[in-house]
């Protein structure tokens, strides 16, 4: 270091008290109450660290609680939907075995099975049903097999062996199809 920089840093140095002004300057007793507020200060400032802590974990808990119950009651009010189809399919087993007429039989089963599907879209879950010769989407579709077609195009969906669902943009289930492709030319 330069002088004038030496001299400029060590006048910005406040001096440390001599050992006999220490003495004389402060009062032990002045030192203590100093010492005492500090120590109340501390105490206060850590006692209201504990209770933030305190309130943080009781927020965690409460909205893990909250989570959970709404979870149920989701589960619980999309449930609750299919009782009646339950019902019903009980009803119809029951029938089964002395049914006279098994086309009527038949029809009711299939009103059943209407009344699942309208279950289903009263939860705001549509079907992914794509048509054959759709071509494979594997954002919606997941391919089961692929099946060489000299009639079909490369891609191309053959048929649905189950269809998919989706709630509004989120596929629930693919649609699981099969998949025509090109035989593979043998130009040798």
């Given at each position: 270091m330069t002088d004038t920089r030496k001299q400029a840093h060590?006048?910005?140095?406040?001096?440390?008290?001599?050992a006999g002004d220490a003495e004389s300057s402060?009062?032990?007793?002045?030192?203590?109450?100093e010492l005492e507020q500090a120590r109340a200060q501390a105490d206060e400032y850590l006692d209201g660290w504990k209770r933030t802590q305190a309130e943080l974990v009781n927020y965690r808990k409460r909205v893990e609680r909250d989570a959970a119950e709404a979870r149920i009651s989701a589960a619980g009010q999309a449930s609750a939907r299919w009782f009646a189809v339950l019902d019903d399919f009980e009803?119809?087993?029951?029938?089964?075995s002395t049914a006279q007429n098994l086309a009527q039989?038949?029809?009711?089963?299939?009103?059943?099975?209407?009344?699942?599907?309208?279950?289903?879209?009263?939860?705001?879950?549509?079907?992914?049903?794509p048509a054959p010769g759709t071509v494979f989407d594997p954002n919606v579709h997941e391919a089961l097999s692929r099946e060489m077609c000299a009639d079909r195009g490369d891609g191309e969906i053959l048929e649905v062996v189950h269809r998919g669902y989706r709630m509004g943009e989120r596929v629930l289930r693919p649609a699981q199809v099969r998949v025509a492709c090109k035989p593979e030319s043998n130009s040798q």
């Open positions: 060590d006048e910005s140095m406040p001096e440390p008290p001599a402060a009062d032990p007793e002045a030192l203590r109450a009803r119809a087993l029951k029938e089964r039989w038949a029809d009711g089963v299939e009103l059943i099975y209407r009344k699942g599907v309208a279950a289903i879209e009263a939860e705001g879950i549509t079907p992914i049903e």
